[in-house]
C-alpha cells in the first residue's frame, strides 16, 4: 500500500490534523518527519493514499498556515505532490 505524509510547521497543527483525521474515520499515525523532507516541526501525519481527496477537502476547508504540503517518498528522497 502506498502512502502519503502530510507535514506542517508546527507539533500542535499536526496533532490537530491528525486528530481531525481520526475523527473523519480516516486512518492515520503520527511519524518522524523523514530526513528527505528536510523541514517541518519534526513529526508528520501520514495515511494512506486511498484518502488523499478527502484529505485535501479537509485541508481546504481548515486553512493553516502552519500547512507545509503533502509528499510521498521514492527511491530519491521526498517528492511534493501538494
Not at 12 to 21: D, E, P, Q, V, Y
Request: charged fraction near 15%.
Amino acid at each position: 500500500m502506498s502512502y502519503y505524509i502530510a507535514v506542517f510547521k508546527s507539533r500542535s497543527a499536526t496533532l490537530n490534523f491528525a486528530k481531525l483525521l481520526k475523527m473523519n474515520n480516516m486512518p492515520c499515525a503520527i511519524i518522524n518527519t523523514p530526513s528527505s523532507i528536510g523541514y517541518a516541526c519534526g513529526i508528520s501525519v501520514k495515511f494512506l493514499s486511498d484518502y488523499f481527496f478527502k484529505v485535501k477537502e479537509l485541508l481546504s476547508r481548515q486553512v493553516s498556515t502552519s500547512f507545509d504540503g503533502i509528499f510521498t517518498l521514492d527511491g530519491k528522497g521526498a517528492v511534493r505532490i501538494f
